[in-house]
Every structure is written in C-alpha cells, then in structure tokens.
C-alpha cells in the first residue's frame, strides 16, 4: 500500500512539473521500501530455511530427499534445530523407536513445531491418566496420528466411551489398531449405529463381542449397516437367531458380489444354491476365506480324502479348517493307518479333522507310538511340508 501511495505522489508532482528532471527518478526508488535487492533477500532466506529443514528430515527423521523437501514447506516458522529436536527427544525418551517417529512425522509433519511442555507431555498425561501404558499411548498414536496434532481434551472422552463400551482395557489397546477409529464422531455416526444394533437384540455381552472383533462396522454409514441387517434376514438368519451375530460379521467382510462369486464356485462342485445359503447359516465365516482357498480345499476332500460334496455341504465347518496345516497331515496319517488295518471307521467320517491337536496326537499317534514309531516323524514331516509349501510357519 505504502509503494502505491509514493508512487502516486510521485506521478503527482511530475505531472505538475513542466520537464521531468534527473533528480526525480532517484527520489521515487529511494522513498520505495522494497527493491530487488530486498526482495532477492527475502527469497534466499525462504529458500535457505527450507533447505536446512530438508536436511534435517533426511538426517534426523530418515526421510528421503525428495519428501523431505515437498515437507519442508510446511515448516516454514522453523529456524534452528532446537524446536524440532526437543519434539524428537519427547517422543524418543516416551519410547516410539525411529520407524514410528517417521510414519508420525509422515502424517502430521507440524506436530515438529508443537511445545514440548505446553501441548505434548499435558497430552500424553491425560492419556496415561485413563490407565494407559506408554506402549499402549505408542500403539494409540501409529494408528490414530491425528491424536498428536488434536487437543486431548477432544480426544479423552472417545477414548472413555470405547474403554466403558468395550469393558477392558486390552480390547480398547486392540481397537487402537484400527486406524483413524479415534476420527469417527461419537454422537452422530457411533452412537446412532450402537442404537441400531440394540433394536436388533444386540446388547451386552453380544455387542461387545461385534465391537470388538468388526468395530469399524459402527463406523459406517447408518445405510450401511441397515442393508447388512437386511441382508442377513434375506439370507434366512433372523434377528432372534443364535446365529445372527455371527453372520453380521461375516457380511461386513463378504460383499453381495464376493458372496454371487462364492456361490458360483460351489455351482461347479454340484451344490444348488440352498446348499450354499445353508452352509452358510450353519458357518457364516467359511465365505472369508478366498476363492482360491475354497477351491483348493474342496479338491482335496472331494479327490483325496474321497468326500462327497453333498457330504461336504452339511458339514461346512470343514472348510474353515487349514488345508496345509490339518486337513492333509490328519488324512494321511489315517490313511497311513488304514493301509496297516487300523481305523477303518474313523477313515470314513470327519471325527478326527474335529479333534484338537493334543486329543489328534494322543489318539492316532501316542497310542500306535510303539508299533509305528514312524508315525510321529511323518506327521511332524507331513506338517512342516505343507506349511513350508503354503509360506505357513
């Protein structure tokens, strides 16, 4: 403003005089306050800071160059080591190691320009106050890093609402996990998709169990959550059913088009469509697994293990057991049996795929330990085979 105002005096007093003279040149650019020179300075400066905070990002936060330059530039009113090296040491000294420094730094880069005393320590005080461990306050802020930059007093009473919803501490640390849950609006999106689940006899113990294990099911949009309850009762699991927990966890997983794709492949395996939706009620998780998964499973007990798929159909369990890990090292022990006169009826049925390892291995191995000692080391080789396989360990 001030550059306008002179050089509207000056054009004043040039137009009134009857010939412009030397002097007044030399008398606009000495009343202007800015020059090129000024202007030159400024811009070095500018560029000279973020400069020295690239290469503190790269030195000091492991960032390569080429972020840490496009970072920089928002960290203008950094000007020395001190502001940033004082957060860095906070956040070292509470406990997060290089990687979760970095992946903070990556999200919320400004949390560098905030007080020490003033805004973090208060912070992760009011976090430990709810009984909050730092390894805890650690996995609290990887997920959620919004948690740093947000005044904790936004932010304490999400965490107390999940903490009294959940009713322990170690299901609240697992909620963590979930990134951004900490984002979510508690009385707009959270509480109204609680109430919903409430209306369907989910309460208690029960909705703590879905909050636990699927909590972002909470977190979406009460249109979301209603299609799934419509979903479940379209595939015959009401409401009032023992089963209808189970299968909302599923469908929040399993989409309409992962479900047509599910049922497609067990078309070519000869069941119908009331086959599929049946085996469902009975084990709504089987449809988790992939289709590949599925696919390689059923090969086996149809090809193999000499199942009929109608057999298989009524017994969907099975198909949530590891291929690798259970179903071929059991079947073939007790194929290895039967070829030697044992176990004949147990061969038939699916009894010892149901068994846990301990009653498994003291049935079929312990007890034939001292007449087929090579058992045990082929059922250990037939295990560690097939894990090995199917990058399982």
């Avoid at 005096?9 to 650019?29: E, I, M, N, Q």
């Avoid at 730094?105 to 976090?127: G, Q």
């Avoid at 004949?344 to 312990?366: G, N, Q, R």
Wanted: charged share 25%; hydrophobic share 40%.
């Amino acid at each position: 403003m001030k550059r306008l105002h002179y050089f509207s005096f000056f054009c004043k007093t040039v137009s009134s005089a009857s010939s412009p003279r030397p002097h007044d040149a030399a008398l606009l650019f000495a009343v202007l306050p800015y020059s090129a020179s000024a202007t030159a300075s400024g811009a070095a400066s500018t560029t000279g800071k973020h400069m020295f905070m690239a290469q503190y990002l790269v030195d000091s936060c492991g960032f390569d160059q080429e972020k840490a330059t496009e970072v920089s530039k928002l960290l203008n009113g950094i000007e020395s080591p001190q502001q940033p090296d004082s957060v860095l040491a906070f956040l070292k000294r509470y406990g997060f190691d290089d990687a979760s420094v970095k992946r903070l730094l990556h999200y919320f880069p400004k949390c560098l320009l905030l007080d020490v005393e003033k805004t973090l320590a208060p912070k992760f005080r009011a976090f430990e106050d709810l009984g909050l461990s730092p390894s805890d306050i650690i996995h609290l802020v990887r997920s959620n890093p919004s948690t740093v930059i947000i005044k904790h007093e936004r932010t304490v009473p999400k965490i107390e609402f999940w903490q009294d919803l959940l009713g322990s501490k170690d299901a609240l640390v697992k909620l963590f996990k979930n990134r951004g849950i900490l984002a979510y609006n508690i009385e707009k999106k959270i509480q109204p998709n609680i109430e919903l689940l409430r209306e369907c006899g989910l309460d208690g113990p029960k909705l703590a169990s879905i909050l636990r294990s699927r909590p972002l099911i909470v977190a979406q949009k009460a249109d979301f959550l209603k299609s799934l309850i419509r979903r479940a009762e379209d595939l015959g699991v009401p409401r009032t059913s023992g089963m209808f927990l189970c299968t909302l966890r599923a469908l929040v997983t399993v989409s309409p088009e992962k479900f047509n794709m599910q049922m497609e492949l067990f078309r070519s395996f000869g069941w119908s469509d009331d086959d599929f939706v049946a085996a469902f009620q009975k084990c709504p998780t089987f449809p988790l697994k992939s289709s590949m998964t599925l696919q390689r499973t059923m090969e086996f007990l149809i090809n193999e293990a000499g199942y009929a798929s109608s057999y298989i159909a009524i017994r969907p369990i099975l198909l949530l057991m590891s291929l690798e890990r259970r179903l071929i090292p059991r079947h073939r022990i007790l194929a290895t049996l039967k070829s030697r006169g044992h176990c004949e009826s147990d061969y038939k049925a699916t009894t010892y795929m149901m068994l846990s390892e301990a009653k498994f291995v003291e049935k079929y191995i312990i007890l034939y330990k001292d007449r087929y000692p090579d058992l045990s080391e082929l059922y250990a080789s037939l295990k560690h085979t097939n894990a090995s396989d199917s990058g399982l360990q």
